[in-house]
């Protein structure tokens, strides 16, 4: 930790003011700092000499017992001067606001052994809750990939996609962070604890509230900014119209990330999303991990190898003696006369096709006319 302690302990204490991604806290704290807006906020009163509401909420705040407490759980707080503040966040300050939050956060909360400042090189892979197992896979399968090649795995530990993303992380030996709406201290949904308690030894867990603090629905649709802000791209799996996932596709259009979509069946409701955001030209289309790779890799990086059909013999005529090929009899012999008419074309240029092609074993010359050689029949 390289920042100030004072401006640690302010902006913890902003962070219990509200809901996070508050543009005008934002705005005040960069054109203030923390403990100039802190101090001015704590002695505001009224006309009438009285406290206001946000001054006496500051006043039962005890900033620097939560980081004390957070620090007994192996929770650090991060903020922007510590050396280990992932930097691509201060990318939110341009990308706007969504139901008017936004906005770089005051800190994060952290559990894990992951530092923040690792993050440049990572994955977003989020979907939907109620994924389909083809979903599950093609998510695992990618996220197997991708940590195999030293990226991280960024998601928000939910059921279907999320999870699905974490544990394929895991097995591909990579490492893997959650991003909650709630306290890092509060595993969502319960169901996941021992996957989040897995991330906080080996990746890490992040959150911009603080601990203790509940996820609510306005904090999911607020936690996805990070989400999206944090990976280099983003790829979104499977989203029905109204999935939380395409909100924090849409940050990843705002900051102008990398944003990729995996196809489903036509018929299936949960790839509706991804097929939007492909058709509108948001999304790249992939397929495989090595798809996203390749879009995701410095020039030159990860370059995919074209897949190849097997040649077949045929496939090295030209087309005049294709064909003639095509016109030459099986077993019967026919002649070269026959031959032309059947081919439309003529007699001169089909004898000297029919030289090269019994050169070469696709034709055969017997006493009443041609039939196909053994390379013709192949």
Known sequence: MTAAEPERIARVALSRLGEPGDPRIAALVAEMGAVRLLEALSDERDLEGVH???????????????LERAAARGIRFVVP??????????????????????????????????????????????????????????????????????ITVISGAAFGIDQAAHRGAVA????????????????????????????????????????????TRVRFLIRNRLIAALARGTLVVEAAHRSGALSTARWAERLTRTLMAVPGPVTSIQSAGPHDLVRSGAAQLVTS??????????AGTHLLVEPRVETRVRDVLRPREARVLDAVPVSRAASTASIARAAGLGLVGVQTALGFLARDGFVERLEDGWRLGPQGRA
């Open 81 to 150: 001067g510590d050396s280990e503040w992932p930097g691509q966040l201060h990318d939110l300050d341009r990308a706007g606001t969504v139901h008017d939050r936004g906005g770089t956060p005051l800190g994060l909360w952290v559990r894990g052994p992951v530092a923040l400042d690792d993050l440049g090189d990572s994955l977003a892979v989020v979907g939907s809750r109620s994924s389909t197992a083809y979903g599950e896979a093609v998510a695992r399968g990618v996220a197997a990939d991708v940590a195999g090649h030293g």
């Open 289 to 298: 991990g090595a798809e996203v790779l390749e879009l995701m890799g410095a």
């Open 52 to 66: 206001t509401d946000i001054a006496g909420r500051l006043a039962v705040n005890d900033p620097v017992g939560d």
């Open 172 to 215: 591909g030996g990579g490492p893997t962070v959650a991003v909650l709406a709630g306290g890092v201290d509060r595993p969502y949904p319960v169901a996941h604890t021992r996957l989040l308690e897995h991330l906080a030894e080996h990746g890490a867990v992040i959150s911009e509230v603080p601990p203790g603090s509940a996820p």
